[in-house]
């Protein structure tokens, strides 16, 4: 099993920046897939970016694409979601979660096998 960790959520005013971070333990680092997904209360969650267990391949949603960037860091086991020029309507609680491999089909961002989500961290971006 995979313990993931959202960090880095706040408040930013629009055209602003924040950089997510999600700590990952429980299993080797090269082994699974992260996943960053959104959900306004009440929605549906969005699956917005993911990296594959390798880091060699990412996939990003149209909604954040040339906006926001992941990366990894293999030796801290982490995952950094870097969110550029925000706007008020990126508020959301922002997930991260691991799986077995990821990918995007017809804009939909996805994880396979077994998924572990984190608690979530609150973004605001204020006009």
């Known amino acids: 099993e995979v313990q993931v960790v959202e960090s880095g959520g706040g408040l930013v005013q629009a055209g602003g920046s924040l950089r997510l971070s999600c700590a990952a333990s429980?299993?080797?680092?090269?082994?699974?897939?992260i996943a960053w997904f959104r959900q306004v209360p009440g929605k549906e969650r969005e699956g917005i970016s993911c990296i594959s267990s390798s880091g060699g391949d990412t996939h990003y949603a149209p909604s954040v694409t040339g906006r926001f960037t992941i990366s990894s860091d293999g030796a801290k086991k982490t995952v950094y979601l870097q969110m550029n020029s925000l706007k008020p309507d990126d508020t959301r609680v922002y997930y991260c979660a691991s799986g077995a491999d990821c990918g995007e089909a017809m804009g939909v961002i996805y994880l396979t096998g077994d998924i572990y989500w984190g608690q979530g961290t609150q973004v605001t971006v204020s006009s």
């Open positions: 429980g299993a080797t680092f090269d082994d699974y897939a």
